[in-house]
């Protein structure tokens, strides 16, 4: 079974301090992927990355930033955590045959 | 870019009856369309999937029907059970990225 897991589960956050998702993979997957879920917006993506090393940037990339550092591994930053950036944050990994990807149980995020 | 509409927000139906969602895009060049199912407080799930050199694909109770020309295609859940109570996300895409709807609410009545 894919197995995609992320940490924390909760956060809560101050304004303006510094935020890190992490996700962990091991699907050896080469595509991992950050969504936001928010009530009336669905899933959102924000930023995404092909393999080791690479990031992309998704739909709604402001205020956030990505590391990919090994094929397992990758993070979701955010540099000056806003109340607007409260939501729940879902990782994923793809890109095998299938075309399926395998999300993480998410991460409530609440900045204050 | 890419734009996906997901027709239902809401769908009530009672057990054992069908269920129909649908979804339209706007992309000729989509190849791929995925449907995931979110239960209560839960992640994501895969549930089935379609892709642009098929019309049709059935896996149990679970049927996805395309029409490219029109741009459209749906989910239908047949001989509904309460277990498919959950929230149903359409994708649109290919295998590098996908767009989703915005989600339709699924709720099977006894």
């Known amino acids: 079974e894919a197995a995609v897991t992320q940490s924390p589960r909760n956060k809560v956050a101050v304004t303006g301090g510094k935020v890190t998702l992490s996700c962990n993979q091991t699907?050896?997957?080469?595509?991992m992927y950050w969504y936001r879920q928010d009530t009336g917006h669905g899933l959102r993506l924000i930023h995404y990355?092909?393999?080791?090393?690479?990031?992309e940037k998704g739909d709604i990339p402001d205020g956030y930033k990505a590391s990919r550092p090994s094929q397992e591994n990758f993070s979701l930053i955010l540099e000056l955590a806003t109340p607007s950036q409260t939501s729940v944050y879902f990782c994923?990994?793809?890109?095998?045959?299938?075309?399926?990807?395998?999300f993480g149980p998410g991460t409530r995020l609440t900045v204050l | 870019g890419e734009k996906v509409e997901q027709h239902e927000s809401t769908l009530s139906v009672r057990e054992g009856d069908s269920a129909v969602i649908n979804c339209t895009y706007t992309?000729?060049?989509?190849?791929?369309f995925p449907w995931y199912k979110q239960e209560a407080g839960k992640s994501l799930h895969f549930v089935i999937d379609?892709?642009?050199n098929v019309d049709r694909k059935q896996s149990q109770r679970l049927i996805v029907l395309l029409d490219k020309k029109a741009k459209r295609f749906s989910l239908h859940i047949t001989a509904t059970q309460p277990e498919d109570s959950a929230i149903y996300f359409c994708?649109?895409?290919?295998?590098?990225?996908?767009?989703w709807g915005l989600g339709t609410s699924l709720v099977v009545n006894p």
């Open positions: 994923a990994s793809g890109g095998g045959s299938s075309y399926e990807q395998y």
């Open positions: 699907n050896n997957h080469n595509n």
């Open positions: 990355s092909y393999g080791a090393g690479s990031t």
């Open positions: 992309d000729t060049a989509s190849s791929y």
């Open positions: 379609i892709r642009s």
């Open positions: 994708g649109v895409g290919d295998n590098s990225k996908l767009i």
